[in-house]
């Protein structure tokens, strides 16, 4: 998008940049960065390397999540005047990034905000997985805390939709061994590491195929991780009469919601399942 020549204020420009790979930065967002006469960076210090490496000597401004909420009405007040481009640290933008904040204000403000779009990791991971991204929920990084982590992953056990989690090398190979404990040893995964790097893995398997690799080689446990969990298909089929016939009894014991996971524990069945069976099939 070009400024026409009766647009008072400035535009800015977010810029998505390369995630591992120099050369895959768009000639686009090469263009932004060399005409605007400054770029908002996460780490000036790690954007300054990647426009060393293009001959970009345009100035630099920090804005990370730390001063984001601080510096947002300057930036406002120079976007009245100026053109600015955004970068994070690498890939795209707000994607678990800073700079959500600033454009929302931009909006507010109507000062013109332009994606100039290029990589993303969950994207370009997604991509190569072999699972489906029809339909996919990001959930950023896995909880550091066991307990918290434990209790998201038993919550998305039954999800159709792929997942997608960011997760530290650091914590990999535990985060693993929850997912085969809340969603199985059968669950499938992929486990996508140093995506557009040298050392670029992409393992697709088992929970417990996966973790399985991880042990054999302490090296593959270092690096960027992701992880994508294939949904699951839940059967149409399966309320039978045995079922039923339990629910019947329950349902003039005990009230719904016992009811329902009583049936849950005994037959296995996801309790979604068994409320909108009740909700068809049985009066209140």
Known sequence: MQKNKNQKNGILYVVATPIGNMQDITYRAIKILHTVPLIAAEDTRHTKNLLKNFNIKNTTISLHK????????????????????????????TIHDPGYHLIKSCHKNNITVVSIPGPCALIAALSVSGISGNNFYYQ???????CLRKKLL???????????FYESCHRILQSIQDIMMCLGNN???????????????IKYGTSTEIFSWLKEQTNRQKGEMIIIIKGIK???????????????????EVKIK?????????????????YKYIIENFKK
């Open 140 to 146: 950023g990084f896995l909880p550091k805390k066991i």
């Open 154 to 164: 038993t919550k998305i056990k039954y999800r159709k939709e792929t997942t997608i």
């Open 187 to 201: 669950r499938i995964i992929v486990l996508a590491k140093e995506i557009t790097k040298k050392w670029e893995q």
């Open 66 to 93: 730390y001063n984001e909420h601080h510096i947002t009405n300057k930036m406002l007040n120079l976007l009245h005047t100026k053109d600015i481009a955004l970068v994070s640290n690498a890939g795209t933008p």
């Open 234 to 252: 839940i059967k149409k089929e399966t309320i039978t009469k045995k079922i039923h016939h339990t629910l019947s009894i329950l349902l003039k």
């Open 258 to 274: 016992t009811a329902i996971q009583l049936t849950t524990n005994i037959y296995k069945i996801h309790k979604n399942q068994i």
